[in-house]
């Protein structure tokens, strides 16, 4: 009888352990995974109470600014950030932080867009052009001037043109993202600016390599500084057509990184790196470069296109970069800024002792005004002036 009552006993706990039938055992519950996004420009609006652009402008998101998705709707992300607010950022401003959801997000976004039906293709393939509107233009999310306006390229903006939708360009920004700009403001010419007592030196000097650093995204700043205008004082720019000249003889060219730099430019690169062997403190000083009469120079050799061996990359703002520390560089360093310099200064230049790619123009001239504005510029096109 206990063994019988033994048996019922097991055979209750063994059905009712078992599930119904025709169900399945619910799965162990598992923790979703979190998904941080980093804001990409500073500004970024937001709104904290619902998945749209604010009404009104008001102080945005900070750059680099981490947080964690909460919810998706539509094209707005709602983020927690580790101060405790809880707000809606627009899809755009947001770089995942997961690199392969980031580029699973970009080209999930390229083929949306080249699925337009009315989207065309550049037939010459991808196009460098460049932002021809004086006062900025707006870059969008569609193809619309009623589509979402995400932020505003300067003047002198260049871009990557994918192609045409509608009165429309697709385009890639320096960043990889994509955005929309009316076609009408963007030109295929990377342009020429005239303004009287200054030269842009494409127009005097187009053999020159130009790599204007503080014009792009490669730099200190992380982007763009002022237009990619290579400006030089007029009697500064005929010293350096002399330098020029001297190097081609030699087999050798100059290869530009900055010219004339605007005192907002200044003034953000002296934030950035405080230390006044490579920036002049705005408050206390003004850089040749502000007047337009210095230049940051390196040299290729024009048989192979090379850079010469210098003692730093460019911009290398340590002491290493410093001519006093010449005894660390390598001897073919060496000899190439001793040449470099002997030539510029027969040019009219002097060099300085922090920057081995620094000088000045310190023969006769004028002074170029720090404070340009550049929306005030006729942008002419280089094809033009080639004929």
Request: charged share 20%; glycine share 8%.
């Amino acid at each position: 009888m206990k063994g019988k009552l033994f048996v019922l006993v097991f055979l209750m706990a063994l059905a009712l352990s078992l599930p119904a039938c025709g169900s399945t055992p619910a799965p162990e519950p598992t923790e979703s995974a979190e998904i941080y996004y980093v804001v990409r420009l500073d500004g970024t609006p937001y709104d904290p109470e619902a998945p749209a652009f604010p009404e009104e402008e008001a102080a945005g998101l900070a750059k680099d600014a981490v947080g964690l998705c909460m919810a998706e709707e539509g094209d707005f992300l709602k983020l927690s950030f580790s101060g405790g607010e809880e707000v809606w950022v627009h899809r755009w401003y947001l770089q995942a932080v997961d690199e392969e959801l980031q580029r699973q997000r970009e080209q999930e976004r390229q083929e949306a867009c080249l699925s337009s039906g009315s989207y065309q293709p550049l037939e010459q393939g991808e196009q460098r052009y460049v932002c021809m509107a004086s006062t900025g233009l707006w870059a969008r999310f569609g193809p619309s001037p009623e589509a979402a306006a995400l932020t505003t390229l300067p003047f002198g903006t260049p871009v990557t043109v994918l192609g045409r939708d509608g009165d429309f360009y697709l385009c890639r920004l320096e960043d990889g993202s994509l955005v929309y700009c009316a076609s009408a403001y963007l030109s295929a010419d990377t342009g020429y600016v005239e303004l009287p007592g200054a030269v842009d030196l494409r127009t005097s000097l187009p053999e020159l390599v130009y790599d204007l650093r503080f014009a792009s995204e490669d730099n200190v700043a992380g982007e763009a500084l002022y237009p990619a205008f290579p400006l030089l004082e007029e009697q500064a720019a005929g010293y350096l057509a002399v330098a020029q000249e001297v190097f081609r003889n030699g087999g050798y060219g100059i290869k530009l990184y900055d010219a004339y730099r605007p005192a907002i430019a200044q003034q953000r690169l002296y934030q950035l790196v405080p230390d006044s062997r490579f920036f002049t403190d705005p408050s206390v000083g003004t850089s040749w470069h502000l007047l337009g009469r210095a230049v940051d120079i390196s040299l290729i050799d024009l048989e192979t296109g090379e850079e010469l061996e210098m003692p730093t990359p460019i911009y290398s703002f340590t002491d290493e970069a410093c001519r006093d520390s010449s005894d660390q560089w390598s001897a073919e360093a060496q000899k190439n800024v001793q040449y470099m310099t002997d030539v510029m200064y027969y040019a009219g230049f002097d060099a300085v002792d922090t920057e081995w790619w620094h000088f000045n123009c310190v023969a006769e001239g004028e002074y170029m005004d720090p404070n340009l504005d550049y929306s005030q510029l006729t942008v002419h096109s280089l094809t033009e002036l080639a004929h």
